[in-house]
């Protein structure tokens, strides 16, 4: 395991052992002569080593397995062991002025003070250490989490998609059976509502003004289809066709409308849609009526994907930018969506 991890030494590594360096040299005041200057790489070299030799093998093997009373006595022993060589080595290359005891490398003041500075080295890489292990699993988190994000909105919009499609068709279908002269207009709508959903609602946002045209489509495919059987109001404002939003965010909404209202009234039923986008918040109102017998069953699903899952692509899309309004009654049922688009 150590010499692995030691191969990986990076520039990072380098530029710290550099500037470690020149701080003691610059503490130390060792710029006199060049034996000086030795003498502090030396020691800086041996810091190193104890350094690495904490990070790359006590703590994966001690510390990380919550060994720490062993983990301690051996980073004591490592800091302690140390000194010997660095003594030994200091003597050989300056043996005269050790004899003058210039060094003190022999006496219990020399392994004191290099164990403290050892403890020092060992202190800070370790530090660094932590920082740097921190930041990596944070951006792991992150990643895993724009991943989770991603792959959990695809499918989303995997669950909304076909539905729309299987509507039209059975729209289509109708039509194809009564031999309506609107069939064309219908197959007409669908392609452009086919088109969209295959170049535009992949893409992470689209302009408004295409979310809406797609929502015209639609409810001009619902007036034919459905004839004279109800009523369809679609208001919409905007101070600019610019804005930028998740394509198809609003269908499900609209979708419901119908299943549960309009699609399941003889007569007199109605959809009423009103969208308006101010200063980048967007406020949708989509309020139909519906029999008495549908009491409190509307609200169990929206589009085919349920609320649970609409509420859930908010979440990720618009977090904290959001609200969300569902009132139901014995014969209405309306969602109110306030939505900050900027």
Request: with cysteine.
């Amino acid at each position: 395991m150590f010499p692995s991890k030691f191969s990986k030494y990076k520039l990072e590594h380098i530029l710290f052992w550099f500037f470690y360096a020149l701080f003691w040299l610059l503490v130390s005041g060792s710029f006199k002569d060049y034996s000086q200057i030795v003498n502090t790489l030396i020691v800086v070299f041996f810091h190193a080593i104890v350094a690495y030799f904490n990070i790359y093998f006590l703590i994966p093997t001690l510390l990380q397995k919550r060994l720490y009373v062993s983990y301690a006595l051996s980073l004591l022993l490592s800091i302690s062991l140390i000194c010997f060589p660095l003594a030994i080595i200091i003597y050989l290359l300056n043996p005269d002025n050790a004899v003058e005891n210039q060094y003190n490398i022999w006496t219990l003041d020399f392994f004191i003070t290099n164990s403290f500075f050892t403890s020092y080295a060992v202190g800070i890489t370790m530090i660094l250490r932590l920082i740097l292990q921190w930041y990596q699993r944070e951006k792991e988190k992150s990643e895993l989490l724009r991943i989770t994000s991603e792959t959990e909105l695809k499918f989303l919009k995997s669950q909304i998609n076909p539905h729309f499609l299987f509507n039209c068709l059975n729209s289509i279908y109708a039509l194809t059976l009564k031999k309506s002269d609107d069939a064309p207009q219908t197959v007409l709508k669908l392609s452009e509502m086919l088109r969209y959903l295959l170049y535009e609602a992949g893409e992470e946002k689209v302009t408004i003004d295409k979310e809406i045209n797609y929502l015209n489509n639609y409810l001009e495919l619902e007036r034919i289809r459905l004839g004279n059987r109800g009523k369809i109001l679609f208001e919409n404002t905007t101070d600019s066709d610019e804005y930028l939003i998740e394509p198809m965010l609003l269908m499900p909404f609209v979708e419901n409308s119908f299943k549960h209202g309009l699609n399941k009234q003889a007569t007199d039923g109605w959809v009423k849609i009103i969208l308006s986008v101010n200063d980048g918040k967007l406020h949708c109102s989509i309020s139909n009526n519906k029999k008495e017998s549908s009491a409190n069953k509307t609200g169990i699903k929206i589009g085919g994907i349920g609320i649970e899952n609409v509420k859930r692509r908010l979440d990720i899309l618009y977090p904290n930018k959001y609200t969300l309004g569902i009132k139901e009654s014995d014969i209405t049922f309306e969602v109110e969506l306030h939505l900050i688009i900027i």
